[in-house]
T-cell receptor, first 112, second 116 residues
């Protein structure tokens, strides 16, 4: 079945460091791909998305490119801030279905 | 436009009690989905409902769990005779009416259930 694999955390970085969180997927159809962020004690917020191959989603300095050839959707940010500390979830939803498939989440901690 | 609302945000129940979790979808949304997040895991789909109908409950445990979305009022996820393994965060999402699966889901803040 469809699945999402994320790099395990926690990831600890200093402020202004470069961030990469890896995400790969397997899907039988043509999925849309998403990154969600969960701040402590809060629900999920959509961070960015991409709906087809080579699309780049971006928001708040975060970017991710839909790579069909490597079945990946890695999250990047050039300069992280303390306020970026959260859990990041990669997810997919296959076209024509309503079920989101989530990865296990990657906890990011940014130190001042 | 208010987002998806869930209450309570935190719920503590003793083993054997019942837990009722409520979800009010975004205005204009008639599709509701429930997901469960166990500690250190991602969210897992439980059930998909439209007004007065259960469309897909393939992710629901066979016993003790039920869900409804009445014509009036919020969607309710009900867990009878809770056990410690039910401790988790339960998230509700909603989407507008339309072709099934063609719309994004908007997630609520979740209800964190703790069973003591």
């Amino acid at each position: 079945g469809d699945s999402v694999t994320q790099m395990e955390g926690p990831v600890t970085l200093s402020e202004e460091a470069f961030l990469t969180i890896n995400c790969t997927y397997t899907a039988t159809g043509y999925p849309s791909l998403f990154w969600y962020v969960q701040y402590p004690g809060e629900g999920l917020q959509l961070l960015l998305k991409a709906t087809k191959a080579d699309d780049k989603g971006s928001n708040k300095g975060f970017e991710a490119t839909y790579r069909k050839e490597t079945t990946s959707f890695h999250l990047e940010k050039g300069s992280v801030q303390v306020s970026d500390s959260a859990v990041y979830f990669c997810a997919l939803r296959t076209s024509g279905t309503y079920k989101y498939i989530f990865g296990t989440g990657t906890r990011l901690k940014v130190l001042a | 436009n208010a987002g998806v609302m869930q209450n309570p945000r935190h719920l503590v129940r003793r083993r054997g009690q019942e837990a009722r979790l409520r979800c009010s979808p975004m205005k204009g949304h008639s599709h509701v989905y429930w997901y469960r997040q166990l500690p250190e895991e991602g969210l897992k789909f439980m059930v998909y409902l439209q007004k007065e109908n259960i469309i897909d409950e393939s992710g629901m445990p066979k016993e003790r769990f039920s869900a409804e979305f009445p014509k009036e009022g919020p969607s309710i996820l009900r867990i009878q005779q809770v056990v410690r393994g039910d401790s988790a965060a339960y998230f509700c999402a909603s989407s507008p009416p339309g072709t099934m699966g063609s719309y994004e889901q908007y997630f609520g803040p979740g209800t964190r259930l703790t069973v003591t």
